[in-house]
């Protein structure tokens, strides 16, 4: 089993910068990849980013490109999703993925995906 504890949503300003940050623990060690996903009210969940654990390759929404960067920090088994230049349109619940098990090139999905993090909200003004 994998715990995911999810920290650094809040309330902040178009144009402002947000670091969210995914801790794992428990049988982290088959992780294969690890992404982030949104959900605006109304809305289906939605692909943010993704990294996999092997090679560190990343991939990303055309939404977030150039805006958000996906890293993780090994020691700390903890992966971060830095955003910059936040939008009202980024206003969502964001959750924390991670996938256990060997698959094909598939992070866009969160069916490609079997832990979740609680989710936190991040809410971007005008």
């Known amino acids: 089993q994998v715990q995911l504890v999810e920290s650094g949503g809040g309330l902040v300003q178009a144009g402002d910068s947000l670091r969210l940050s995914c801790a794992a623990s428990?049988?982290?060690?088959?992780?294969?990849?690890m992404g982030w996903f949104r959900q605006a009210p109304g809305k289906e969940r939605e692909f943010v980013a993704a990294?996999?654990?092997?090679?560190?390759?990343?991939y990303y929404a055309d939404s977030v490109k150039g805006r958000f960067t996906i890293s993780r920090d090994n020691a700390k088994n903890t992966v971060y999703l830095q955003m910059n230049s936040l939008e009202p349109e980024d206003t969502a619940v964001y959750y924390c993925a991670v996938r256990t098990y060997w698959s094909l090139s598939y992070y866009t999905r969160p069916s490609d995906y079997n832990y979740w993090g609680q989710g936190t909200q991040v809410t971007v003004s005008s």
């Open positions: 428990g049988h982290t060690f088959s992780t294969s990849a």
């Open positions: 990294l996999t654990w092997s090679t560190s390759s990343t």
